[in-house]
């Protein structure tokens, strides 16, 4: 199939440029690659060949492909090489001076029928084309890195860009075999913005001391299906990219609550502390292994006391049955007996309250987090009040590890952690929504194949219950007073009619 785009410039030969490049040859087009400094081009010209040879002798394409495929890639050696392209876009550092500048130099270089595109991350599209004289053509290409194997791409509008400019891009990222999404131009985009919820949250639980990073990283993993804890993931990233971003776009958004960067961050950042390319972030590492603490040991308890389970407890029959199948003696009188381990279920409250609203003693009260079904799980998560007694924790602990089960035991706060998360990442695609940011169909993808979710946001809350999210975050609000746990409008509204997070509005 003919490319879309016969030729093609891509000025930046950094790892984006160069993965552009490599699909780009791939998809048919012929790639005219320039940067301002020509041992970089050459050296990615190398690099991509390279890694078709490495295709080629994994026999994953044809030794007659690999050649083809490097035939197409060329050096340009000046911008005016690129007077030919149907296509230029551009992969050089974010900067919006740079960008500016550079495409008011390409736009009096390319024919009037070309298209300029930015794989700008996190600078507005609008913004960079306002010095342009047909900002009509130009649009944001947003592709992430390792390219050739993340599959999605943010086509973006400004707002003076041509429908027809979107479409094109759009099909052409199909033809490089990947998923294009399309995305107003706002902070962020689709994928940092939707992203925002799983990081910052994680860090304002470690900044209470809840739990400690592995902790929390391993009750991502191991309850709702995170394949790197927020943690772990961030000192992939390192924090040099990832602090930056939350920066940006929380001060984009006028210092919106729901985007507030933390101090842990920036701390860490001050510090060199950035992640596994550095030896050390919030993980130690040796020989590129995070050095991660042990389990607590589950404890040996003498006698188990019987469980009284409130009756306000979420999901409070599988609780129960979940008790039996562990061998507890459940009592079932109104109140607790003196000698019982008091188990509550709330969402979004903390155990204090729950326990001083219920007129329980906070001495022999635990918590569970039973927002997720337990089936699903390979974790529960108990967490204690300040008043909680050891050997009721400790009881507590014994009791939901009695099959094997792993058990984190965290301190008390509003909402547990995967409550927290969940919600702040499903009240944030939601306002995304509201904001008509993108379609949800859209939203899911781009979260899906750009951040690795298990699920995409929306199917979150479908997964887990509109409602149950609400009343977390209702029940957060009034705990903490904070405005970063408001409920988007979307959400309550959906929430309210019993409406699927999917549905698309008529």
Known sequence: MKPHYTTIGIVGAGAMGRGIAQIAAQAGSQVQLFDLQAPAAQAAQRHVTEQWNRLRDKQRISPEDAQTYAARLHIAHQLQDLAHCDLVIEAVVERLDVKTQLFQELESIVSSSAVLATNTSSLSVTAIAAGLKHPQRFAGFHFFNPV???????????????????????????????????????????????????????LRIASEGVADFATIDRILRDQAGFKLGPFELMDLTGLDVSHPVMESIYHQYFEEPRYRPSVITAQR???????????????????????????????????????????????????????????????????????????????????????????????????IDMLVDDASSRRRVIATNPATRPDMRDAAHALFARDGKAVSVIRDSGGFVTQRVLAHIINIASDMCQQSVCSPADLETAVTLGLGYPRGPLAMGNLYGPTSILEVLFNMQTVYGDPRYRPSAWLRRRGAIGLSLLHEEP
């Open 148 to 202: 050739p194997l993340m599959k999605v791409v943010e086509v973006i509008g400004g707002l003076r860009t041509a429908a027809a400019v979107v479409d094109d891009l759009a099909r052409y990222a199909e033809q490089m075999g990947h998923m294009p999404v399309r995305a107003q131009d706002s902070p962020g985009f689709i994928v940092n913005h939707a992203g925002r919820g799983y990081g910052t949250e994680a």
């Open 269 to 367: 950042l001050a510090g060199g502390l950035t992640g596994r390319k550095a030896g050390e972030g919030f993980y130690s590492y040796a020989d590129g292994v995070a050095q991660t603490p042990a389990e607590a040991e589950v404890p040996v308890v003498a006698e188990m006391p019987p469980v009284w389970v409130s009756p306000r407890a979420a999901r409070r029959l599988e609780l129960l049955q979940l008790l039996k199948d562990l061998g507890a003696r459940i009592e079932t009188g109104q109140s607790p007996s003196t000698q019982a381990l008091t188990l509550v279920a709330p969402l979004g409250f903390d155990v204090t309250t729950v326990a001083v609203v219920e007129r329980l003693d906070p001495t022999r009260t635990v918590g």
